[in-house]
Structures are given as C-alpha cells and as structure tokens.
C-alpha cells in the first residue's frame, strides 16, 4: 500500500503561483508513475501532468506551459508548480501513483491510478 497527502493548496489571485506538493510513503517501490489531477466541481477529473522514475514528464494540452512537474525521489516526494493561474484553474487537485502497468506514463486516464490522497483546494479568484 501506498499513502499520499497532498498540502500547499490555497488561495492566489488571477496570474499568480501556486507550489502544490505530493508526500508518498508506505511501499514507496510499488509505484513508477504519479500524476497530477484536479476536480472542480460538478467537473470529471481531469488530468493534468505525470512523471515517471526516470523524471520524463507529459502534460495535458490545458497546462502546458504554466504548470511544472517535478519529483524529489530521496524524499519521496512530488511537486506541481503552477504559474500564470485562472480563475478556471480554481479546483481540488490530487495527486496519484500506479505500478507499472505500461511503460507509458500519462495523466489521461485517471482509473489507471489506484493510489489516491485526499486533495488539496486551490482557489483562483479574479
């Protein structure tokens, strides 16, 4: 089992940043992908960025650009830093990992995750 928990969420004004961070521990050597994603509300969740061990990493066309993926492996730990933030940003974002399912790691398909942590509120206001 793998536990995640997400903290750095907050509130930011229009064209601010934001760093939100991922913490990852139990069997930390069951997973190779994590992924970024987020929630608005009455919204699917959508997928927003993936890095695997090796540190390559994909985004979705939505972010791409403004937002930067990152992982620290001594620390088990994950980073999105989100740049030039809108109000249609505004969401609870999870962070996921999985096994290695495929050799490819991408932040499309949400059910291929099956490590969850609780979310953390970003809010975007104008």
């Known amino acids: 089992q793998v536990q995640l928990g997400e903290s750095g969420g907050g509130s930011v004004q229009s064209g601010g940043s934001l760093t939100i961070t991922c913490e990852a521990s139990?069997?930390?050597?069951?997973?190779?992908?994590m992924g970024w994603f987020r929630q608005a509300p009455g919204k699917e969740r959508e997928g927003l960025a993936s890095?695997?061990?090796?540190?390559?990493?994909k985004y979705s066309d939505s972010v791409k650009g403004r937002f930067t993926i990152s992982q620290d492996h001594a620390k088990y730990t994950m980073y999105l830093q989100m740049n030039s933030l809108k109000s249609d940003d505004t969401a609870v974002y999870f962070c996921a990992a999985r096994p290695p399912w495929s050799i490819n790691c991408l932040p499309n398909n949400p059910a291929e995750y099956i490590y969850w942590g609780v979310g953390t509120q970003v809010t975007v206001s104008s």
């Open positions: 890095i695997d061990s090796y540190g390559t990493a």
């Open positions: 139990g069997d930390t050597d069951s997973y190779t992908c």
